[in-house]
């Protein structure tokens, strides 16, 4: 097997790299497999690091591809077009030799000419992936959902699809039409796994007009077809809202800037869109950030989850020592509170102390195993 060169021109990628370092969890680097400790050697492998120098010059690894997120708003992918030389160790020669009676040696290929056995037709058993339904204009849910956060007309209403045909609609997937056409035309003849971006919820024991909200996910691509529910909040409001994680309380509107409770005095209950115009941290560049949040009676909460908010505030320079916690260190600090508590021991009262009558009551009771357990604590 070898690497061949991959030529995509429109896809915007990175070349693969022929050296790396290794980290563990700890974020510590490590440049070969014997500098590994030993509470890391069922984590990090000897496979997980670069080849060597001369080894690295015939793999040619900078052949292959890096595809990264920020690169064009994708995921995370790395592509290796690989082709076959010649057979594996495992796999039988096609064509043995075969020796004449005059000890020269010449191919047998007999069994050349014949035609390849039929393939067999792969059965395919197990689970069945659930079916694509893509939404109707006569559905009852369509027009709540367009007169609720104002949808553009040109958003239709088969772009939405969902995954359940009885029952109460769990999540709406959008989709394009290029992608539904494809999937109408070939359900019964390819084996599709999954379609769209999730872009709305359904909410569960709170009213409103609307029986779905925005999922962060599908907030970019449904964003360009919401009209209505945006609200603009300032810097300051948005890291009010990315620290308050407390869901059993309301977070109070008189906490929030007087230009973003303005806005949202007319709003119903409810999915909104927040949006601010801030820059990176340290006077970085500008950018536009996109949240979910929900409109309570008398609230207004960043409707996304606790590593998501740890991120959107590093963007913006926010505090985020509420939410950083090493587990690694915790656990131990935790252990070596447990040790020096273990190993720590009463020492036993001066016996001057108990022949005195006059002796403290306090010290006769050990009062150094009350400082001992406060230095423990």
Known sequence: MKLMDINLPN?????????????????VSYSKPSEILPKWVTTLHHSMFPPSPEEAKDYNLEKCIRVLPHQQDTGGFFIALLTKTSELP?????????????GTDFVNNANANRPPPKKMRRSYGGYKEDPFIFMKDDESIWPALREFYNLDPSLESSNFLRRCTS?????????????????????????????GVKALARVDKKW????????QEGLPALLPYIKGRIVNITK???????LFDDTNVQPPLNNLSESTRKQIEHLERGSVVLQVDTEMEDNGPKFRMVLVGWRGTASLRA?????????????????????????????????????????????PPDSS??????AD????NGNDNVNSTELCV
């Open 90 to 102: 495992w796999e039988p020669n096609p064509f043995p030799t075969t020796t004449a009676n005059d």
């Open 167 to 195: 029952g109460r609609i769990k999540n709406m997937y959008l989709t394009t039409k290029i992608v539904r056409d494809f999937v109408m035309t070939n359900e019964n003849a390819v084996k599709i796994i999954n379609v």
């Open 208 to 215: 409103g007009p609307c029986d779905f909200r925005i999922s």
């Open 303 to 347: 409707y996304v989850q606790k590593a998501e908010r740890i991120h959107h505030l590093r963007l913006c320079g926010g505090d985020v020592s509420k939410f950083e916690k090493n587990k690694f260190k915790d656990r131990e600090a935790s252990s070596q509170g447990a040790d020096e508590e273990d190993s720590s021991e009463i020492p």
């Open 353 to 358: 102390a108990v022949n005195d009558p006059n």
């Open 236 to 242: 300051e409001d948005l890291h009010l809202l990315l």
């Open 11 to 27: 896809l915007k990628c990175s070349k693969g790299l022929n050296h790396w370092t290794p980290c563990s969890r700890d974020m």
């Open 361 to 364: 009551e306090e010290e006769l």
